[in-house]
Every structure is written in C-alpha cells, then in structure tokens.
C-alpha cells in the first residue's frame, strides 16, 4: 500500500471524482485500524520551472550586485528578499549576531513565488541586473 496520494484538483467534477478515488484509499487503511491519517487541501506549491527560474535569478543578483561593500551568495540573497516579501521580523541570535525569521521558499504558493520573482525583478531594474534568457535557467 502506497504511503502517500497526491492528488491536483483543478475544475470542480475532477476535484470530486479524485476526492472519492482518496476516500476510497483513505477508507481501506482506516479500516485497517493501524494507522492514523492526515488530509490536506491548500493551493499548489511553487513548480519547478518556478524553482528553475528563482535561481537562476538569485544567482545573476549575486554575481551582479554588491551589498553594502558586500557580496552576498544566492542562499543568502533568498533570505533577503524572501523576509522582505513577507515583512518578517529579526530577532537576536542565541549566541550573538541577529535571525531573520523568514519563510522557506519550498513552502510558497505559486502564486507567492510570483511575487517574490516580481520583487526580484524591480530590484534587479533599479541595480541594473542583466538576467539570463530561460535557456540558462538549467
């Protein structure tokens, strides 16, 4: 028996008929008695090309682009524009230094990721980042 279902739900009579399909996997280890399960419904996750794209675009603003006198790797350049996507706060460190509490990109909305690339994008126009064609997304 599999361990996970994942299903996409994109027009109303699909949606029912891949809930009935769950129920119906859902029901037969229910009725097992051993396990416990958990359902999920929310908006669909950022998707690859998205991810693709996210990188490569950190990886021209790091190479492009100096912050405050220094150069910042692409990790580091999510972490920025992702805390200032969602406004997130910055606390004191445990041992010194500061932590900004940020959301992780792998958990975005599609539609989050387009903000945050839309972000990029204005910040990239105003320090005159050159983004690379989608063929060097790879």
């Avoid at 998205?50 to 912050?67: E, G, K, T």
């Avoid at 958990?107 to 387009?114: G, I, Q, Y």
Wanted: net charge neutral.
């Amino acid at each position: 028996m599999a361990e996970r279902i994942t299903m996409s739900l994109y027009n109303a009579q699909q949606a029912h008929q891949a809930i009935q399909t769950a129920w119906q996997h859902a029901k037969g280890w229910l009725m097992a008695g051993d396990q416990r399960l958990t359902l999920e419904i929310r908006p669909e996750k950022r998707s690859d090309a998205q991810n693709r794209r996210l990188w490569a675009m950190l990886a021209d603003i790091s190479a492009q682009v100096d912050w405050y006198g220094q150069k910042l790797t692409s990790e580091e350049w999510k972490d920025v524009f992702s805390a200032s996507l969602k406004r997130t706060k910055v606390v004191p460190g445990l041992d010194g230094g500061f932590v900004v509490c940020g959301q992780s990109t792998s958990k975005m909305t599609k539609a989050e990721m387009c903000e945050l690339q839309e972000l990029m994008e204005a910040f990239g126009a105003e320090k005159g980042v050159r983004f690379r064609a989608p063929e060097g997304w790879e």
